[in-house]
C-alpha cells in the first residue's frame, strides 16, 4: 500500500517548492506562536500560494482561540486542519473543515481511547510524548504501543528521518508519516536534500510492498 507523508513546520517559499518536488503529499504550516517553525498569518497565505493542485495544505495549531482559527482560514486556504494539544472533539469539529487530532503517546490504551474521542477526524496523529512542549521535539516513541485496529487512518510522527522511516513504516505500517525536524538543516530552515532522501526512502517501502 502507498504511505502518504507529510513534510511540515514550513517556513519559506523555496522550502514549500522543494518539498513539493520531493513528492509530499501533504504540507504542513504552524500557526503556533512559540515555534520555531511558526508563520503569521500574512506569511501563511504567501506560502500557500506556492502549493499546487493535489497537494493538500495542513494548518497546525496548539489550544488556539476558534477567533484565531477563523481568522487564519479566512486568509490561508487550509485543506486540513491539525490539532495538536488538548483540544475538544467538539472545539476541533466547529470549523466546516477536515481535521486531524495529534496526540502525544506515552502509555497503552491511549490512542484506542483517541480513536473513540476524536471519531470526528479524518485521522489520528501519534507523537512522542514530552513534559515541556507539545511536539515538535525531534524525538520518537515505543511504537509498540500502536495498536493494529484502527478505525481511521493512523498518521506516524514523532523523531522520523531517512535513517529510520523506511523501518518505522514495514513495523507500524501507518496510513501516514509525518516528519518536521529530521528534514532540516536548522530549526524553521528545510534541506532539500534531507526532503528528497526522506521521500525517496517512503517510496522506496512503497516499492517492495
Ligand atoms: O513543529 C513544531 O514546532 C511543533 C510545535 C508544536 C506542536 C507540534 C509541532 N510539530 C509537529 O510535531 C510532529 C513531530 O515533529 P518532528 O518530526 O519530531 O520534528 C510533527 O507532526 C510536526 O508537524
Known amino acids: 500500500m502507498t504511505t502518504r507523508a507529510k513534510i511540515c513546520g514550513l517556513t519559506r517559499a523555496e522550502d514549500v517548492r522543494d518539498a513539493v518536488a520531493s513528492g509530499a503529499d501533504a504540507l504542513g504550516l504552524v500557526f503556533y506562536e ?29 489550544n488556539p482561540s476558534d477567533r484565531f482559527v477563523r481568522t487564519v482560514l479566512d486568509r490561508v486556504p487550509l485543506d486540513v486542519l491539525q490539532f495538536h494539544g488538548d483540544e475538544s472533539p467538539e472545539f476541533c469539529n466547529q470549523f466546516g473543515r477536515r481535521w486531524i487530532k495529534a496526540i502525544r503517546v506515552r502509555e497503552f490504551g491511549q490512542i484506542e481511547r483517541a480513536f473513540t474521542e476524536y471519531r470526528k477526524a479524518c485521522g489520528l496523529l501519534v507523537d512522542a510524548w514530552d513534559p515541556d512542549r507539545y511536539g515538535g521535539t525531534g524525538q520518537s516513541f515505543n511504537w509498540q504501543l500502536i495498536p493494529e485496529k484502527r478505525p481511521m487512518p493512523l498518521i506516524l510522527a514523532g523523531g522520523l528521518s531517512s535513517d529510520n522511516v523506511f523501518r518505522a513504516i514495514e513495523q507500524v505500517q501507518p496510513w501516514a508519516v509525518d516528519v518536521s525536524g529530521g528534514v532540516e538543516e536548522q530549526k524553521g530552515v528545510k534541506d532539500r536534500s534531507k526532503m528528497f532522501n526522506f521521500m525517496k526512502e517512503v517510496r522506496r517501502v512503497c516499492k517492495t510492498d
Open 34 to 62: 512559540p515555534s520555531p517553525r511558526a508563520v503569521s498569518v500574512e506569511w501563511g497565505a504567501e506560502l500557500a500560494a506556492e502549493v499546487p493542485a493535489f497537494v493538500t495544505l495542513v494548518g497546525l495549531f496548539v
